[in-house]
C-alpha cells in the first residue's frame, strides 16, 4: 500500500527494526518489519522515511538475510523502492542525458487515478514508462569483482529522486568490454567492487531510442 495512514493493520505501528550503515551512504538504512501476509507469510515491511508497505523478498522473509551473499543483499537494496515512490528518473548514457519524470496515482486492484510519464518533456505511454524503469532497476549483477578501472568518469550513472526528496545514484565504471564498475552512492572509488554485465546496459540504451522513436519497449 502506498500512501499508508493505519500501520497497525500491518503490524507496524510497533515494528521490528533493522538498521544497516553501508559504505558510500551518508545515512543508516533502516528496515521496519511488522505482520505476516496471510497468504505467503512474509513479512510487511517499510522503509524508515518512506510511506510505502511491502511484502518481504523471500532472503528476507526471516530476518536470515545478513548472512547472504553480499552481492545479493547490495543487489536487493539498491533498488528496493516502487515506481510509486519515485518521481524523477535521470539516465546518463553514452549517447545523452534522459530525464524520466513520472507521476503515478493508478490504483491497479480497480484501476482509478492516473499514471503520468514524460522522457525529456515528451509524453510517454504508461507502459513504456514502467519497462522503462523496471530495465533500470533490474540490472544485472555479475559475479566477478572489479579489476583496476579504465577511466575516471562513469560511462553510466543513473540518479532516482523518491517522492520523500531523497536521492540514490548508481554509476558505472568501464573495467573491460564485457563489465562495468558499480558504485553506490558516494562509495569511495578504490572500495568499488561489483560489476555488471554491459547486456543490461545496452537493454536500456535500446528502450530508451525505442521510446524517443515512437515505439513501444518489448518484454
Do not use: C
Not at 528518473?89 to 491497479?108: A, E, H, I, M, Q
Not at 513504456?128 to 530495465?135: E, P
Amino acid at each position: 500500500e502506498d500512501r499508508v495512514k493505519d500501520l497497525a493493520q500491518y503490524g507496524l505501528d510497533k515494528p521490528f527494526r533493522i538498521t544497516l550503515t553501508l559504505e558510500g551512504r551518508k545515512e543508516p538504512l533502516t528496515l521496519l518489519f511488522g505482520g505476516r501476509e496471510p497468504s505467503t507469510g512474509y513479512y510487511y515491511m517499510m522503509v524508515e522515511g518512506v510511506d510505502s508497505v511491502y511484502v518481504t523478498m523471500s532472503l528476507m522473509s526471516e530476518f536470515t538475510f545478513l548472512t547472504v551473499d553480499p552481492l545479493m543483499l547490495r543487489s536487493g537494496l539498491v533498488w528496493l523502492h516502487a515506481i510509486k515512490d519515485v518521481t524523477e528518473v535521470t539516465l546518463n548514457l553514452p549517447s545523452g542525458k534522459y530525464v524520466l519524470w513520472v507521476d503515478d496515482r493508478k490504483n491497479l486492484e480497480n484501476n482509478t487515478g492516473s499514471f503520468q510519464a514524460t522522457l525529456n518533456g515528451t509524453p510517454i505511454t504508461e507502459d513504456n514508462a514502467r519497462k522503462l524503469y523496471q530495465s533500470v532497476i533490474s540490472i544485472a549483477y555479475d559475479s566477478e569483482l572489479a579489476t583496476e578501472l579504465q577511466e575516471t568518469e562513469p560511462s553510466y550513472s543513473f540518479a532516482i529522486k523518491y517522492r520523500n526528496n531523497k536521492r540514490h545514484y548508481l554509476s558505472l565504471y568501464k573495467v573491460n568490454s564485457r563489465q562495468y564498475a558499480v558504485r553506490l552512492d558516494f562509495t569511495p572509488l578504490d572500495e568499488v567492487g561489483f560489476t555488471v554485465n554491459i547486456g543490461s546496459l545496452r537493454k536500456i540504451e535500446e528502450n530508451v531510442q525505442t521510446i524517443l522513436s515512437g515505439g513501444t519497449v518489448k518484454d
